[in-house]
């Protein structure tokens, strides 16, 4: 049953006593502010935010709120898409903001260990000193924090390359609903003693404790590299220089996909212009490691008739400019327009048919509402915003979205795919969460669930109902 008593002013007062004074706010604006995340669909409503320093302090404070009945929800950089750290009953946020300390770097073991509330941008900055990199990477990672990247197991750019989040954690530190401390794996690349618990908090959206710091691996810093923009036709085509690219002489480190409608909106927002003469439907960003055989695969690629246009950046600003183009979507949908967001993951063969099939399941049923699709097409995975159209009121058009989920959760059912790729269930998607998860599947996470967080204090109400 999801916890819904709100902290008391006693209870409040007991963790400014027990971990210091400023611990604890009530600002309306705090509320605000630290109450939501990225979605802005729930109106933030918690009672109290909760600013620990030291892992001690988290211990004690979901300890006393687990005694108390009172709801926490983690919370990081609050960069997710799915209301995974919204607080809207009049929970206690506990935000890991101030614990953001970055360890020494382990040049030898490639490690380092980081608090929670490390900035993304700032772990890849500290490591590039040492020619070393945590290589999650994505285009909120200069807000985003390491343990909301671990507790949602981030994607990105370069999960082609790398791999998702859990390939780069060797060590974890998590808090338990009533307390207890966890310390998982430490700096080991080998421990093989049994269940990896630490896996089971990795990717479970702060529900079942909550990570304080963790042990990172990590690895050489890519060397040159060269950055190329590709104009297509269309998404069969993309998925044929995909194909194309596979097949290099190079190691391919970033494939990413957007649609012309993605780019007017850059366009418009940015006012970012475009290097290329011919515009097709659809766009792609390709990294690869610099080598003497890049350029000959470029003029292989035109000389095949795969791409309308193309060009390769010839030095870093130039690099920048292009990557800025893809990275500048999000934020330039939201600030275009209203954005009703999805992250899905298709096998890469079918991501064809699957747009075909939405944009005919959208034209039929919802005409005249422009779609804007990108996505990480090397692994599969697509984002699809449905904007809104300028007519439209704001609540109907949320409203209306939810039969456009469902005929799309649908879809990518019947196409063997995720409902949820990198941004998670949260409260947005656990209505759907039976699309991608069977009943037997969901039983045994609301087994663990009730192993770990009983009384569920910790994020109740996201990914499931317990």
Not at 193 to 218: M, N, P, R
Not at 348 to 368: M, T, V
Request: aromatic share 6%; proline share 4%.
């Amino acid at each position: 049953m999801t916890q819904t008593r709100k902290a008391t002013p006693a209870l409040l007062e007991a963790i400014e006593k027990r971990c210091g004074a400023g611990v604890v706010t009530t600002d309306p604006s705090d509320l605000a502010e630290l109450g939501r995340d990225w979605t802005r669909v729930f109106a933030p409503a918690p009672s109290a935010i909760a600013l620990p320093r030291t892992t001690a302090d988290v211990s004690a404070i979901v300890s006393m709120c687990n005694d108390a009945n009172v709801a926490v929800v983690p919370s990081g950089g609050r960069t997710g898409l799915a209301g995974g750290a919204v607080a809207k009953d009049g929970e206690l946020v506990l935000s890991l903001t101030r614990m953001s300390a970055i360890g020494e770097i382990d040049v030898v073991g490639r490690t380092v260990r980081v608090e929670a509330g490390a900035v993304t941008q700032a772990v890849h900055e500290r490591c590039a000193e040492h020619d070393l990199t945590w290589p999650v990477d994505f285009a909120s990672k200069g807000s985003s924090h390491v343990g909301g990247n671990i507790a949602t197991n981030a994607g990105g750019i370069r999960v082609i390359r790398y791999g998702l989040t859990r390939n780069w954690v060797l060590g974890l530190e998590v808090v338990l609903a009533n307390g207890d401390v966890l310390e998982m794996g430490r700096a080991l690349e080998k421990n093989n003693t049994g269940i990896d618990l630490k896996q089971l908090f990795i990717g479970s959206e702060g529900i079942l404790g909550v990570i304080t710091a963790a042990t990172l691996k990590l690895t050489r810093l890519p060397r040159e590299h060269d950055v190329m923009l590709f104009s297509l036709p269309d998404l069969g085509a993309v998925v044929r220089l995909f194909r194309a690219a596979q097949e290099a002489p190079f190691a391919l480190g970033a494939f990413e996909f957007f649609t012309d409608k993605c780019l007017a909106r850059v366009q418009r927002h940015r006012k970012l212009a475009s290097p290329l003469n011919e515009n097709g439907q659809c766009f792609v960003v390709l990294e690869a490691e610099r080598g003497e055989a890049n350029e000959a695969w470029l003029a292989d690629v035109f000389g095949r008739g795969l791409v309308l246009d193309g060009t390769m950046a010839q030095h870093t600003s130039q690099a920048a400019s292009l990557w800025a183009l893809r990275e500048s979507i999000s934020e330039s949908l939201s600030a275009t327009g209203l954005p009703h967001k999805n992250d899905i993951a298709l096998p890469i063969a079918k991501l064809e048919g699957f747009c075909r099939d939405l944009e005919s399941i959208l034209a039929e049923r919802y005409p005249g509402w422009e779609v804007c699709l990108f996505g990480h097409i090397g692994d599969g995975n697509l984002h699809v915003n449905i904007m809104k159209p300028d007519d439209m009121d704001k609540a109907a058009f949320l409203g209306r979205t939810h039969d456009v989920d469902r005929h799309m959760f649908e879809l990518v059912q019947s196409y063997g795919g995720s409902i949820s790729a990198e941004h998670g269930i949260g409260l947005l998607k656990k209505d759907y969460l039976g699309y991608s998860r069977s009943p037997a599947e969901i039983a045994a996470m609301k087994a663990v669930k009730a192993a770990l967080d009983p009384k569920n204090t910790l994020n109740p109400g996201k990914i499931f109902d317990a």
